[in-house]
C-alpha cells in the first residue's frame, strides 16, 4: 500500500477522526508547538478511545509505516508528528474522572495541564503539572513531570498510581505496583518508549481554593545579588515554596512598570503551597529584598498562576538544559551576566532549585533519575524569522556553555530537543540505561515507539 493509499484509508470499526494530507483540517492538526517542525503524516488518526489506538498502531504496524504520538504537541523536538507515517493522535480523548474522597482521578491521555487543573481545582484538588497550561498531561509525565508543585507533591510520576497501555504489539495492559510492575517503573521517566498510555490514574493533593504566588521583578544589573538571595533563601525554605527565577524581556503590560518594559529584565516567579496568612509570612524576607521593581505576589488561584509562564507557540524554537551540582560564587557571576543580553524578546534562561519532595524518593524507584540536583536550568529561546535559526540555535549553545562547568552531565529530558542519542543515554546513566533498554527489549523489541528521546532496545543475548 502506497503512503497516499494510506492517507486516504478507511479504517472499520475506527470511532476517531481520519485526518488525509487532502483534509481541510489536516495543516491546523499536524501543527505542533515548535514552529521549525514541518512534518507531514500521511495519516492522522485522532483516537476517541484506546480502541481507536489498537487499529491505528496495527495498521502502521501492517504496513511498516513510522509511528509518532500527538499527546500535547509541546515538545520542541516536534516528536507528536512524523513524516509520511501514521500519527496517533490523542486530542480527541480528553476525559477526567474525579473522586474527591479518595483524592484521586483517571485522566486520559489527550487533556493539557490547563484542562486538567481546572477539572481538578473544582474540586479544591492538584498535581504538580506543566508550568504551562499548554503542555500535554502525557509528555511531562512519562517525562517525570516537573513543575511549580514539586517541592510540597513530588514530581508527576510520583504520583502515577497507574497506566492503562496500548503495547507495542497491539495489546492493552494496565501498569502498576502490582500489574506489570516492570513496565510502571519504565513509564515514570522513560518517555513514550514502551507503549501508548491512553490513560493515567493519579493521586491527587489538597490546594486552594487560593494561593499566595505570583512574580518579583528586578532590574537586569541586579541578577547576581537577587540569585544570591534565591540560593540562600531557599536552602531553609520548606517544601511548601515553589520558586524559579527566569531571565527575559519585560513585556508590554500594564503590570510591569513603564521604564521596564522591552528591556532586559530578572523575574522570580513564586508560590507558597498552604494558606495565604501561613505564605506572608514565610515570603516577607524574600520578597523584601532589593527591594523589587515590582511586587505582583497575591492571593490568586494556582490555575491563574500556571498561565504566567512566558509561551512562545508557533514560533521558532531551540531549547536546553542541564542540572547542575552546585552554584558557588564563580557560577552566580557568570549566569548573571546572561540577564543583560536576552536574545530575543522570547527568550528565557529559567533557573529551578531542587530539593522537597522528589529529592527523598529513592533514586532506583523509578526510571527517572537526577532527584538530588540542587538546580535544574533550562534555556528557551523563540523567534519569527526562519532565517534566524542557525545563528540563533548557535547562540542558545554557547549561552549553555557558561555553566557547563557545573553541570552534573545529566539533564532533563523534556527540556531538550534533539541533542544526539549520547545526550539521551547519558540523561539516565549506565546503570539506569543499561535497565531501560532491557525493558526495551521486552516491551517494544522492534522500536516501533522511536520518534521521542529513544531508548533502543538492548541486543537479542546482551
Known sequence: MSIAEVGRLDLPGFAGTLIHPDHASYNEARRV???????????????????????????????????SVFGGGHAVTGS???????????????????????????????????????????????????RNPTTGIAGLSLGSGSGWLERKFGYVCDNLISAEVVTADGRKVIASETE???????LRGGGGNFGIVTAFHFRLHQLGPIVLAGALMYPAPMAAAVL???????????????????????PDAPFVPQPARGKPIVVVQVIYIGAVDEGITMLAPFRAFGPPAADLVQPMPYTEFQ?????????????????LNELPEEAIDAYAALALTPLSPQSAVILVPGGGAPSRVDEEATAFGMRTAPWNVHYICGWTDPADNAANTARVKQIASVLKPWSTGRVYLNYIGNEGQERVDAAFGEKKLARLRALK????????????????????GA
Open 33 to 67: 508547538y515548535n514552529g521549525m517542525i514541518d512534518r507531514r503524516p500521511a495519516l492522522i488518526a485522532r483516537c476517541n478511545s484506546a480502541d481507536d489506538v489498537v487499529l491505528a498502531l496495527t495498521l502502521a504496524r501492517r504496513e511498516g509505516l513510522p509511528v
Open 80 to 130: 507528536a508528528v512524523c513524516d509520511n507515517g501514521v500519527c496517533i493522535d490523542l486530542r480527541g480523548m480528553k476525559d477526567i474522572r474525579i473522586d474527591s474522597v479518595a483524592r484521586t482521578c483517571r485522566a486520559e491521555a489527550g487533556l493539557n495541564w490547563g484542562e486538567f487543573d481546572a477539572a481538578t481545582a473544582k474540586h479544591g484538588l492538584a498535581l504538580t503539572g506543566g
Open 180 to 186: 506489570n510492575p516492570d513496565l510502571f517503573w519504565g
Open 228 to 250: 544570591r538571595n534565591l540560593r540562600d533563601f531557599i536552602r531553609k525554605a520548606p517544601d511548601e515554596v515553589g520558586v524559579g527565577m527566569v531571565f527575559t524581556t519585560a
Open 307 to 323: 498561565k504566567m509562564g512566558g509561551n512562545f507557540p508557533g514560533s521558532q524554537n531551540y531549547w536546553t538544559a542541564d542540572f
Open 441 to 460: 527489549a521486552k516491551w517494544d523489541p522492534d522500536n516501533v515507539f522511536r520518534h521521542n528521546h529513544n531508548i533502543r532496545p538492548a541486543a537479542a
